[in-house]
């Protein structure tokens, strides 16, 4: 088991030890949007995009760097678990399903057959499991409370996708899909955000800066840039006594 993982299984099993017999535990979920893409020297505006000109399933078609610097749509749904460490700190431990990615432009389709000029979009998508625990600092403010949290997400690899929508040379539109793939890595963030809370529910917005390099067979790196929105409901708000 590598240390990220390790330490993630450490937080999980030993934190509510440290926290018992404090107050106000709650328990919520969550579901979200948001938007990424990929940041370095690895990481690209526009790639070629290459057929080699066979029939499925022995066509192996795929994008020069797939690394894209354009923004996608995110989805994520998760659970949250909130532990008091003290009347203002909070110790924030949230697990949650995530789809991400990236994407880019190919004006270039090459192929056995010939090469021809396109206006075509490429997207992939990364599906994680991520563990992402944080220390938050709550500000009481009237009916309603501020949190400042930061701390650290650890994503396990799921799935890999990806599209490419473009127009042939005769004018008819196009498009190439994979999936059932495996992401290059298990990614590794820096996470900080805010969050708005009121009664049941609370509105949160979490910063995530990736650290894991995805281009493992190149020396430019790619990492990915995630900000996430999350609505969020308590559905568990239990008290118990000190000692």
Not at 48 to 75: E, Q
Not at 91 to 111: A, H, I
Not at 180 to 188: C, K, L, Y
Request: glycine residues 10%; positive net charge; charged residues 15%.
């Amino acid at each position: 088991m590598s240390r990220p993982s390790l330490l993630c299984c450490v937080c999980y099993f030993l934190i509510p030890v440290f926290t018992k017999g404090q107050q106000t535990k709650k328990v919520r979920v969550y579901t979200g949007t948001g938007i990424s893409y990929f940041h370095g020297s690895g990481s690209v505006n526009k790639s070629n995009y290459y057929r080699n000109g066979l029939s499925f399933p022995l066509a192996v078609d795929s994008i020069g760097n797939h690394f894209g610097k354009k923004i996608k749509s995110n989805f994520l749904v998760g659970l949250q678990l909130d532990l008091p460490l003290s009347t203002v700190w909070n110790f924030l431990l949230s697990t949650q399903y995530e789809s991400t990615g990236s994407r880019l432009e190919s004006d270039s389709v090459l192929s056995p057959a010939g090469n021809f000029k396109t206006n075509g979009t490429f997207s992939n998508t990364y599906d994680f499991i991520s563990v992402n625990p944080q220390i938050g600092r709550c500000f009481s403010m009237r009916k309603m409370s501020i949190t400042l949290h930061g701390g650290f997400d650890y994503c396990f690899k799921l799935n890999y996708a990806d599209n490419f929508n473009f127009v042939d040379q005769a004018g008819i539109n196009n498009s190439i899909g994979h999936t059932g793939g495996r992401p290059e890595v298990n990614d590794f963030r820096i996470t900080a955000g805010i969050m708005a809370t009121l009664k049941k529910w609370s509105l949160d917005l979490n910063y995530k800066h990736g650290l894991t390099n995805y281009n493992i067979n190149n020396t430019d790196k790619a990492s990915l840039r995630i900000l996430h929105l999350k609505l969020i409901y308590t559905i568990l708000h239990s008290k118990s006594r000190a000692g």
